[in-house]
């Protein structure tokens, strides 16, 4: 078994906090466990899972559920790359279904490009769907692309994107009062993200 020099590990990724994004919602400390993952699996390891995963055999769930919790960007830009190079509707769409339940914060970059092919806007707009319900964009964020979507020609990704509206709206309004009773009781004021 191989045992990993974690204090060098450790004074590597230290060495690196200040250069590091920690953006909302994560802390510090996801990004030091992601970073962890990244350094003793390695991109190459992390691409491997992708690959697994993509080939649907027993213990997906379990592969899944580690990319999705490493927080990592590595497998979401793979995927990414992965359909864009994609063959067939069939490998594409195994593709689509992994991004979609990754639903890394990165991924809202693939949102309008998928929301501009009518065979894939439903991913589209189920990123953006997830993104939100877990706070990884804020309202500002997904406001211009909740707007297009309220136009767009597939049925669904309309209904979806009302949703979302209503969704943000309420969520909006909850801030507000939270804000609202942390000021009354001498808080410090509630941020939303």
Do not use: C
Request: proline share 3%.
């Amino acid at each position: 078994m191989k045992l990993f020099d974690w204090l060098v590990i450790a004074s590597r990724i230290e060495g690196t906090k200040e250069n590091l994004k920690i953006r909302y919602p994560f802390t510090w400390t996801q990004v030091a466990q992601t970073k962890f993952i990244e350094e003793i699996l390695g991109k190459e390891e992390l691409e491997h899972l992708v690959d697994l995963l993509l080939k649907e055999t027993s213990g997906n769930d379990s592969i899944e559920q580690f990319l999705k919790s490493s927080l990592s960007e590595i497998p979401t830009q793979y995927l990414w790359k992965k359909f864009q190079h994609a063959k067939n509707t069939y490998e594409k769409e195994s593709i689509i279904k992994s991004l979609v339940h990754l639903s890394h914060p990165d991924s809202f970059a693939y949102i309008a490009p998928l929301l501009n092919e009518a065979a894939y806007a439903y991913a589209g707009i189920d990123i953006l769907d997830n993104l939100v319900f877990n706070n990884y964009v804020s309202y500002d964020q997904a406001q211009s692309l909740i707007e297009k979507t309220l136009k767009h020609q597939v049925p669904y990704v309309r209904e979806k994107a009302r949703y979302i509206r209503r969704y943000m709206r309420k969520q909006k309004i909850r801030y507000w009062f939270y804000d609202l009773i942390n000021r009354y009781l001498g808080n410090e004021a509630f941020t939303a993200p």
